[in-house]
T-cell receptor, first 114, second 113 residues
């Protein structure tokens, strides 16, 4: 079965510290992986994606993600967290052969404290 | 700055009433998705279209929900009759192909009393 898991419902980080939001996936074929962020009362905003190439993908707002095929993971990272990074983060994988459908994780609430 | 637009942004209605939500995808995008987000269920895919044809609507309660694309610039999601359990935020997203990024609209916040 194709799926995405975000093992942490919430991640708490102090401002200025590095942050990691975890994601693991299970999918047929080559994975297309995405990260989205959702601020309160807003729609999901695209952060970054991995399709092929370099395993380290850089995205918006200083975020990056590392694709690890052997561990089937795509963790989101940022070297120095900001209070304004506090939001809900979703990992997603494209479902194989289903017309572009994405399978989303349950989301991880990131809280960055001053 | 191309964006997905959704109307209305907020809707309060009474149980049994018809609700219609509209979405304008980004110009040139040929794939449109409808999602529902609730605290309990998280983000659920209801239906999606490619080139205006429905690809999958298995996530939708068929007896009361319907989704259409009358033309390439408009997607609609209707609920008739609405029920309190339909209260949620409904998002539309559009994309330009199978591997392309989905871009989300701001959502319609629906409250059914």
């Amino acid at each position: 079965a194709q799926s995405v898991a975000q093992p942490e419902d919430q991640v708490n980080v102090a401002e200025g510290n590095p942050l990691t939001v975890k994601c693991t996936y299970s999918v047929s074929g080559n994975p297309y992986l995405f990260w989205y962020v959702q601020y309160p009362n807003r729609g999901l905003q695209f952060l970054l994606k991995y399709i092929t190439g370099d395993n380290l993908v850089k995205g918006s707002y200083g975020f990056e993600a590392e694709f690890n095929k052997s561990q089937t993971s795509f963790h989101l990272k940022k070297p120095s967290a900001l209070v304004s990074d506090s939001a809900l983060y979703f990992c997603a994988v494209r479902a194989y052969n289903q017309g572009g459908k994405l399978i989303f994780g349950q989301g991880t609430e990131l809280s960055v404290k001053p | 700055d191309a964006r997905v637009t959704q109307t209305p942004r907020h809707k309060v209605t009474e149980m049994g009433q018809e609700v219609t939500m509209r979405c304008q995808p980004i110009l040139g995008h040929n794939t449109v998705f409808w999602y529902r987000q609730t605290m309990m269920q998280g983000l659920e895919l209801l239906a999606y279209f490619r080139n205006r044809a429905p690809l999958d609507d298995s996530g939708m309660p068929k007896d009361r929900f319907s989704a259409e694309m009358p033309d390439a610039t408009l997607a609609t999601l209707k609920i008739q009759p609405s029920e309190p359990r339909d209260s949620a935020v409904y998002f539309c997203a559009s994309g330009a192909g199978q591997g392309e990024t989905q871009y989300f609209g701001p959502g319609t916040r629906l409250l059914v009393l």
